[in-house]
């Protein structure tokens, strides 16, 4: 920008005031300032709502701590750590509700963060520095998969798998594999899905029963993909074994594992039965599961809520496939494209199909929001 690094310090704390018009349009320029951000800009024109994360701020003591870490790479200390692993939870917890898209660039500069917590951490605290980044990148892998970017996915799941290594730990290495599976069964990728679970089960045969139960389950999902009804079955009541167990023993998984727990099991069921074109058990798994989902997790309800009005309209249940999809619409425009969104295309298209006049409605309703 041109600015001296004492101006810069002395804007930054609001000692200084940018009147001059050329100097502003440096530092718009420099910094790469989006027009919805700039001066002027309508307050309606962000592109999403601003984030407020109860708790996520810490003490002035520790933010100076944290703040003096970064910049002059002093000893890391745990309770700087500490306060990361919760702030990565808040986040985790915010994107079941605003969706991955306000996030991104946040958790880039939140890994960015921590990894540069390595220079001054020593003995434990720097395992914990390498394991705390490989979760950010499997949280950055996460993410990108749920807008669909399935070369930058890859890219973190494998940087989070080798920061899972290093740092020894079995959960995370584990559960990379495993989303990998997800990401090759959302491409219609049978073998690979499979293949991705199983090795998830025998390189990391330290990990915990949440996990292990999540590498059985996506074994389950890639057999019912390829139309294997036995082995998708099996696998799928060996995950719900070990789901069972591990919800006997609070606080077994990792902390990532939040989500999982029976009732989600339940939901992954009714998506296997998709698979499987066994329709009013579909139905019924993704309606128990919704019952009792909480409203908190409302990017995933509404892509459970498409998979249902999905049943539905393969069941020949067309008036209930259009009222749960018609429900879903407005959160799948907001927080479930590109996933929740295609698969209310694919229920209007199961409708027309069977020539149910339902499908004009949905059809119009979608059309509106694409």
């Known amino acids: 920008m041109g600015l001296a690094q004492s101006d810069v310090s002395e804007i930054e704390r609001g000692r ?27 307050a309606g024109s962000l592109p999403v709502a601003g984030l407020g994360l109860p708790g996520a701020m810490p003490d002035e003591d520790l933010l100076a701590r944290v703040t003096g870490v970064v ?32 996030l991104v660039s946040v958790m880039r500069e939140q890994l960015r963060t921590v990894v540069g917590l390595h220079a001054g951490a020593r003995g434990e605290l720097a395992d914990r520095v390498v394991r705390l980044a490989a979760e950010h990148a499997q949280f950055l892998a996460w993410m990108a998969q749920d807008q669909d970017d399935t070369a930058a996915g890859l ?37 690979r899905c499979v293949r991705l679970a199983e090795a998830s089960q025998w390189s990391a045969p330290g990990s915990s029963l949440s996990v292990q139960g999540m590498a059985a389950q996506m074994a389950g999902r890639g057999h019912a993909l390829m139309g294997e009804t036995d082995s998708a079955h099996r696998l799928l009541d060996q995950a719900q074994e070990l789901v069972s167990r591990a919800a006997e023993q609070p606080g ?28 009013q058990a579909a139905v019924r798994h993704l309606s128990r599961g919704l ?11 509404t892509w ?45 298209a199961s409708l027309t199909r069977h020539r149910a006049r339902e499908s004009r409605p949905l059809l119009a309703a979608l059309r509106e929001r694409d």
């Open 155 to 191: 890219a973190w799941f494998d940087r989070s798998h080798e920061w899972a290594l290093e740092a020894g730990d079995a959960d995370m290495a584990a559960t990379t594999l495993n989303m990998k599976a997800h990401m090759a069964w959302s491409k219609g990728r049978a073998l």
């Open 252 to 279: 077994e998984g990792p902390a990532w594992m939040y989500f999982y727990d029976e009732n989600w099991f339940t939901l992954q069921r009714g998506m296997a039965c998709l698979h499987l074109r066994e329709w």
């Open 16 to 42: 200084r005031k940018v009147t001059s018009a050329e100097v502003r349009q440096r530092v718009v320029e420099g910094l790469g300032v989006p027009a919805y951000a700039q001066e002027g800009g309508a």
């Open 291 to 301: 019952r009792s989902m909480p409203d908190t997790y409302r990017r995933d309800k």
């Open 304 to 348: 459970y809520r498409a998979c249902l009005a999905h049943a539905y309209a393969e069941a020949g249940e067309a008036e209930q496939a259009l009222a749960t999809a018609l429900a879903a619409v407005p959160d799948a425009s907001e927080v479930g494209r590109p996933h929740s969104w295609n698969e209310l295309h694919t229920t209007a």
């Open 71 to 102: 910049e002059a790479a002093h000893r890391v200390d745990a309770a700087t750590l500490d306060w990361l692993d919760r702030l990565l939870a808040e986040h985790r917890r915010a994107e079941d509700f605003i969706g991955s898209r306000p």
